[in-house]
């Protein structure tokens, strides 16, 4: 009798034990895309508005000090059951941008300028989503996926690191080939890498503009220099036909703050997508687990 007792009893430790740890153990993994909103709305209307809205948000004083991101900021975070990490990229300090802007005639030049990047990773970036999230000051998406998704993303980060990618700012956009990104196409390449980038309908955040040539230079090119009273006068984005016009496309924090602040409270508790909160930061998770692994590369160059 006694050794009966005894036994049911380990057997309620050991499953009492399975209970607390093995949770887990079988977390999923996920990707998350952190989105910060500028201090208030950049205005893409035209060149002007643009530029405008800049200059408004960059002299705008904030709480959050140097973090304060005048143009919004995204950031990503990756996590399994044994590794972890929240990056973004920005300027280095100092890098001149708006120096460029105001007093080099880059106009919107500066939209395609490859500038000195700097990776921040979780040491940076958590205090700061921690500070926002009490204040409802930043929104996420949260992806589940499969350990073989978060593989590759997890392999394609250290690589983008490896290769000094990080170091590019601006330039094109394009992570995946190489050629420089902000902090919003950098968090995006990750969706793409996941092939997931279809899960966020561009209407909700995706920028393209033609730029018009005449108010473009960059460093080592012939263009004259644009001025900024001529930025600021200019109206309208230039003409699809115009051939010389170089596109910008990025996406845009501020937008995606304020669609998953808007489409929040619809979610349900429960189910594929369902929403959560990280103290008073709404968040939206999406279950990708059973989403199959894409093929080929990650990278295009």
Not at 16 to 38: D, E, R, S
Not at 112 to 136: A, H, M, V, W, Y
Not at 260 to 265: D, M, S
Request: hydrophobic share 40%.
């Amino acid at each position: 009798m006694a050794g009966t007792f005894h036994k049911k009893s380990g057997v309620i430790i050991i499953l009492a034990l399975l209970c607390l740890f093995y949770p887990y153990k079988i977390k999923a993994q996920t990707l998350t895309i952190y989105t910060i909103p500028a201090p208030h709305q950049m205005r893409w209307e035209s060149p002007g508005k643009l530029v405008f809205s800049y200059l408004r948000n960059f002299l705008t004083r904030s709480s959050y000090g140097k973090y304060r991101h005048p143009i919004g900021h995204m950031m990503v975070e990756l996590k399994d059951s044994t590794k972890h990490v929240i990056a973004g990229v920005r300027a280095v300090k100092n890098s001149g941008m708006t120096r460029k802007v105001l007093f080099n005639g880059y106009g919107l030049g500066i939209l395609f300028e490859k500038i000195q990047g700097k990776l921040d990773e979780t040491d940076i970036n958590l205090p700061d989503i921690q500070r926002r999230s009490k204040n409802g000051d930043i929104a996420f998406l949260e992806f589940s996926i499969s350990q073989a998704v978060f593989d590759r993303l997890w392999n394609y980060y250290n690589e983008y690191k490896e290769k000094g990618y990080h170091k590019l700012y601006n330039g094109l956009n394009q992570p995946l080939e190489g050629e420089g990104a902000g902090c919003s196409a950098f968090a995006f390449s990750f969706l793409e890498a996941a092939g997931l980038l279809d899960m966020i309908p561009p209407e909700i955040c995706r920028i393209d503009r033609t730029a018009p040539h005449s108010l473009v230079y960059q460093s080592g090119h012939k263009e004259a220099q644009v001025s900024l009273f001529k930025v600021l006068m200019s109206r309208s984005w230039s003409a699809e036909n115009d051939a010389a016009a170089p596109l910008y496309s990025t996406y845009e924090p501020t937008w995606l703050f304020n669609w998953i602040k808007r489409n929040h409270t619809a979610m349900p508790d429960k189910g594929k997508v369902q929403k959560t909160w990280l103290n008073k930061a709404p968040g939206i998770l999406i279950d990708c687990s059973d989403q199959p692994v894409p093929q080929g590369p990650v990278w295009k160059n």
